[in-house]
């Protein structure tokens, strides 16, 4: 007999756990797209926006996922025959770099694999050896969402500013924003893109890119963009129709207004230290599970861990055999496997990853950790024990 019943816990790393708040908020009639109320709704959205990002800049909305996030950055940044930097952790950082790809860059690739972070120093070299300053963006995806791999985006700042390059630093914070700490202005990012399925705690449909002055310089000077995804009067509208090109997402915009809501009271101090609390919960755990058996988290270095996403492995096929368990018996629902295909597991089925982004508490955490340890035992999969135990420690430790 299943014990799935109830409500099912979302533990996938995006579409993240949904309030009831934010789901409460949608559900409403179409309203009057011409109500000064709602025009003054959306105006009150960017400065909460921004100050989610940690930034005194600019942002443009987009009706998209975080892929046409990448495209709305790059087209108002990179013209055709130019050239972008991209140091892939994962999965997410090939994406960037084909969408750039696509748009007729020209697209040099710096392969860290999907265990560690990027290395600034060979960006220093990349940029360094670029004496025409061909490079137009260093395009760093702050966490992969394939991979959890989190890198030091101030770094790469440095390394630009002490090489003098002119180069943007254009980052995917897709997984990352409002989970793990992300300081647009401090840190020195030019262009900033997520979505809001993820830690902004809202259905999958709306994108966002954040950009500053140097970025709009760069706009400027840019001989054409597309009318649609020009971020020029998307960000600075005179008309309320201008800030998604045309009829405005009214639904996802009641969801966001009310998560930023919840953000603004919890604070976002706070909200990185939850995620981060949390995310020592499930590594401990995880620890716990490899010391026999299988079990493996995908990233060594806990500094090197999101606190929002955390890719596992138990072996081809048990991947596939605990998440559908988790699923079907629990009501728990875990990602799959992205980008770690190989020639022994070329369907990812040893594959599996933690979402713990967003509206995440103590009691999902353990119970996720519970029935994902009830799973190996239930399927006779080896692993070592003392898990839960482990977990509660690092919720109570001072």
């Not at 559900?27 to 109320?37: G, K, L, M, N, V």
């Not at 025009?39 to 940690?54: E, K």
């Not at 930097?85 to 999907?114: D, K, S």
């Not at 728990?332 to 295909?341: M, R, S, Y």
Request: with cysteine.
């Amino acid at each position: 007999m299943p014990l799935s019943n109830g409500r099912p816990h979302m533990a996938l790393p995006g579409p993240s756990m949904m309030p009831d708040r934010v789901l409460q908020a949608m559900h409403q009639p179409a309203p009057d797209i011409y109500d000064p109320e709602l025009h003054q709704m959306m105006a009150g959205m960017v400065p909460d926006l921004c100050a989610v990002a940690r930034t005194k800049g600019r942002v443009a909305m987009y009706i998209c996922n975080g892929h046409g996030a990448w495209e709305a950055a790059l087209s108002n940044t990179v013209a055709p025959g130019d050239t972008v930097l991209v140091p892939t952790t994962g999965r997410f950082g090939h994406g960037w770099a084909e969408m750039a790809q696509g748009l007729g860059a020209n697209v040099e690739i710096i392969e860290h694999g999907r265990k560690v972070p990027i290395d600034p120093q060979r960006v220093r070299a990349a940029l360094e050896a670029d004496k025409g300053q061909r490079i137009k963006a260093v395009l760093a995806v702050h966490v992969d969402t394939s991979s959890s791999v989190r890198s030091d985006i101030a770094s790469l700042r440095k390394v630009l500013d002490e090489v003098g390059h002119p180069a943007l630093l254009m980052v995917d914070c897709i997984a990352s924003l409002g989970c793990d700490r992300f300081e647009m202005d401090a840190w020195g990012a030019d262009v900033m893109v997520t979505g809001s399925q993820k830690g902004l705690m809202v259905p999958p449909g709306l994108g966002f890119v954040f950009f500053n002055d140097r970025a709009a310089d760069v706009r400027r000077a840019m001989p054409r963009v597309s009318r649609y995804w020009d971020w020029t009067a998307r960000a600075e509208p005179e008309m309320f129709y201008q800030f998604f090109g045309g009829t405005a997402p009214t639904h996802h915009l009641f969801g966001l207004r009310a998560a930023l809501d919840m953000i603004h009271e919890e604070g976002i101090e706070n909200i990185w230290a939850r995620h981060a609390r949390l995310a020592q919960a499930l590594w401990a755990a995880g620890e716990a599970w490899s010391a026999e058996g299988p079990f493996g988290l995908n990233v060594a270095e806990r500094a090197h861990r999101s606190h929002a996403v955390t890719a596992a492995q138990l072996g081809a096929p048990h991947g596939d055999r605990l998440r559908a368990w988790c699923r079907d018996e629990a009501g728990v629902v875990l990602g799959i496997g992205l980008g770690v295909e190989d020639p022994e597991d070329p369907t990812s089925s040893g594959y599996f990853r933690f979402g713990h982004m967003g509206h995440v508490n103590a009691h999902g955490m353990l119970g996720m950790i519970g029935v994902v340890e009830a799973a190996m035992t239930a399927l006779d999969i080896p692993h070592g024990g003392g898990a839960v135990d482990a977990a509660v420690a690092a919720l109570t430790a001072a």
